[in-house]
C-alpha cells in the first residue's frame, strides 16, 4: 500500500518535471541565432541543453518527453512556417543527440560517462542529421513549401561556392552546423548538470 502510493507520487513528480522542463526547452527554443557557414532557415539554439539535462536528472524516456513537449508546446504557441518539416526535424536529430548520451550516462552516472554519451551524442546527431536532412526533411521541405529543391541548393551555394548539389549541401552546410550544435551544447551541459540536477532531482 505504501509502496504504491509513494510509486504514484514519483510519477507526479516526474510529470511534473518534465512539464516543466519542456516548457522551459520551448522558451529557449525562441532564441536562435543564424551561422554565416548555413543557409537563413538553419538558425543555432540551445534547447536541446534543458533535454540533455532533464535526461540526465530522470532518464532517457523523460528526455523523449521533454523533447516532444517541446515541439508540442512550439506548434501550438507559433504554429509552424515549415509545413512542419521543421519541427520534425527539430524533433529527429533531437532524439538523435539526447537519447545515446542519456542512455549511456545511466550506465553509469559519472563525469566520464557524462562526456563519453555526449560525445556519443554529438556524432550521432551529425551523422542522423545528415542522412536525415539528405534523404527526408530536405525533400520534404522542398515538396510542401513548393520551392524547388535547386533553389534550396542554390541559397547554400551563395554562402559556399563549393555547394553545388544536395550531398554536398548536407556535408558543407547540415554536418557542420550540427556538429558545432553538438558540441557547444555538450560543453554548456557537462559544465553545468552537476550544478542543477540535484534542484531537478529534489522531490
Not at 509513494?6 to 522551459?24: N, R
Request: hydrophobic content about 55%; charged content about 10%; glycine content about 8%.
Amino acid at each position: 500500500m505504501f509502496s504504491t502510493k509513494k510509486q504514484k507520487q514519483d510519477e507526479c513528480h516526474t510529470i511534473a518535471k518534465v512539464s516543466i522542463l519542456g516548457a522551459l526547452a520551448f522558451l529557449v527554443m525562441l532564441f536562435e541565432i543564424p551561422l554565416p557557414f548555413a543557409p537563413a532557415f538553419y538558425k543555432l539554439g540551445f534547447d536541446e541543453v534543458i533535454v540533455l539535462i532533464g535526461g540526465f536528472a530522470l532518464g532517457p524516456w523523460a528526455a523523449v518527453c521533454i523533447e516532444a513537449l517541446k515541439i508540442a508546446l512550439n506548434l501550438l504557441f507559433n504554429g509552424t512556417i515549415t509545413a512542419g518539416t521543421g519541427e520534425l526535424s527539430n524533433f529527429l536529430i533531437g532524439l538523435a543527440f539526447v537519447l545515446p548520451a542519456t542512455f549511456v550516462y545511466h550506465q553509469n552516472k559519472t563525469r566520464k560517462n557524462a562526456c563519453i554519451g555526449l560525445i556519443y551524442g554529438t556524432i550521432s546527431m551529425t551523422i542522423m542529421g545528415g542522412l536525415i536532412n539528405y534523404f527526408i526533411i530536405l525533400p520534404a521541405y522542398s515538396f510542401f513549401m513548393k520551392i524547388p529543391l535547386d533553389a534550396l541548393i542554390a541559397m547554400g551555394t551563395a554562402i559556399n561556392p563549393n555547394i553545388n548539389g544536395l550531398l554536398a549541401f548536407v556535408l558543407l552546410s547540415t554536418v557542420p552546423f550540427n556538429l558545432l550544435k553538438g558540441v557547444l551544447v555538450s560543453l554548456i551541459v557537462f559544465i553545468s548538470y552537476k550544478k542543477v540536477s540535484p534542484v531537478i532531482k529534489k522531490q
